[in-house]
């Protein structure tokens, strides 16, 4: 192997961790699609858009049947003083005709319904996938405080151990040891608070989504910064707006049934053929009809409330395009505050665990109080868990991000390739 082929080789070698462990803090994929199919607002968009396929079909093929009628009848005839009784009968068959143009806007219909349907079922997949990013999250985060509070009793355990060693040793009173008792008692009951939100937070995501497989722990991702501009962001997120494009579909729908219902001010007319026989089959009678129903006022009520929820459809679109600028600012501002939020707390809850780490060891020599021990000690945790709120804020920000642009949790149904 030459040298090029070698270098290149390890590169690749030293490569593979980091896209094997970019998305090691969110649910395996697999798990992610299986769980949001399952989902019951997903399943009953799939209704749906089945339903809207339905529709199709019943405008392509029209509403209209052919009817069969039948009559029997007897006569009775009283001439020159006798009667006479004789059977006739008669058959007709009838079809109302849809005019050509209402076929084509029924066709039109159909086809809006059908996209109604796939935009209805993106859009319900994708804020499913919003809530499972939530709930997903929130569960970290119970998970991270109570590990923290566990941390901590440890920590005040092992500072308890150290004073009583001081006490036996007679470098600090008793009282000191009931001190660092009762701030270990306060640790526990505030790690079993934590542990029971974790419980609650993990029992209300597996209710939600059933196919995720909840870990043991989750691997700590550091945060990475936004580097791409808010023009990328806007255009990708409206590119792939699930939201924007129901709102278009619903509007192409309402349009085509507004339409519809002003070319239904021209009724349809009925076509039949009759066929009788009279007079004990000595007359018959064959030949053609139509009628056509005849009517305005209520044709023109329905045009014009049609047209109104056309209207509505599109005003309701005009409404999301400018709150979708508002989402998409605030969304941007808020992954790329959160990364320069997170490097702040890493900095603070780094230097205050030192700082912590300092005054437990000079505790333990005699150069500092209980006092000034235990509240670096309690410091040290408050900047920690602002560190791992950060920290998880900043990345779920960020692929929140990411998922309105369609760059996170594709589906083939959307007719993305997967991340």
Request: net charge negative; charged share 25%; aromatic share 6%.
């Amino acid at each position: 192997m030459s040298r090029l082929p070698r270098l290149l080789f390890a590169c690749s070698l030293c490569l593979l961790p980091v896209f094997a462990h970019a998305y090691a803090d969110l649910p395996a994929h697999p798990q992610v699609d299986r769980a949001l199919d399952e989902h019951l607002n997903v399943r009953n968009a799939r209704a749906r858009l089945q339903i809207g396929q339905s529709e199709q079909r019943l405008r392509d093929s029209g509403e209209y049947e052919f009817t069969l009628q039948g009559g029997l009848y007897r006569d009775q005839v009283a001439e020159s003083g006798e009667q006479t009784n004789t059977r006739d009968w008669e058959v007709s068959i009838e079809r109302p005709l849809r005019l050509p143009s209402k076929a084509r806007i029924d066709s039109q219909i159909g086809e809006a319904a059908v996209a109604r349907g796939q935009s209805a079922l993106g859009d319900a997949r994708h804020e499913t996938a919003r809530l499972l990013l939530q709930l997903w999250f929130s569960w970290q985060r119970e998970q991270v405080q109570a590990a923290q509070w566990q941390e901590q009793l440890q920590l005040l355990q092992q500072q308890a151990r150290i004073t009583e060693k001081r006490i036996k040793a007679g470098e600090a009173p008793p009282m000191e040891l009931k001190q660092v008792q009762a701030s270990a008692a306060t640790s526990a009951v505030a790690l079993q608070q934590a542990r029971l939100r974790a419980e609650l937070a993990a029992d209300e995501l597996k209710r939600q989504f059933g196919a995720i497989r909840l870990p043991q722990s989750v691997a700590q991702v550091e945060p990475q910064p936004i580097t791409r501009p808010i023009d990328y962001w806007r255009d990708k997120i409206l590119d792939h707006n699930h939201e924007l494009a129901l709102a278009a579909a619903e509007t192409e729908y309402q349009n085509r049934l507004a339409a519809r219902a002003r070319a239904e001010r021209l009724p349809d007319p009925t076509l039949g053929l009759r066929y009788s026989s009279e007079l004990n089959n000595q007359q018959k009678i064959g030949g053609v009809y139509f009628s056509i129903p005849l009517g305005y006022s209520a044709r023109s009520a329905k045009a014009e409330a049609a047209a109104a929820n056309a209207g509505i459809a599109s005003n309701h679109r005009l409404v999301l395009d400018a709150g979708l600028e508002s989402n998409i600012f605030n969304a941007y501002t808020r992954a790329v505050s959160s990364f320069g939020i997170w490097q702040q707390a890493r900095d603070a809850a780094e230097a205050l665990k030192q700082y912590a780490a300092l005054m437990a060891r000079a505790y333990a020599l005699g150069e500092s109080t209980l006092d000034a021990t235990l509240l670096a000690r309690r410091q040290a945790l408050e900047a920690a868990l602002a560190e791992d709120m950060a920290r998880l804020d900043a990345n779920e920000s960020r692929y929140r991000l990411m998922l309105d642009a369609e760059e996170l949790w594709h589906s083939d149904d959307d007719g993305h390739a997967p991340h």
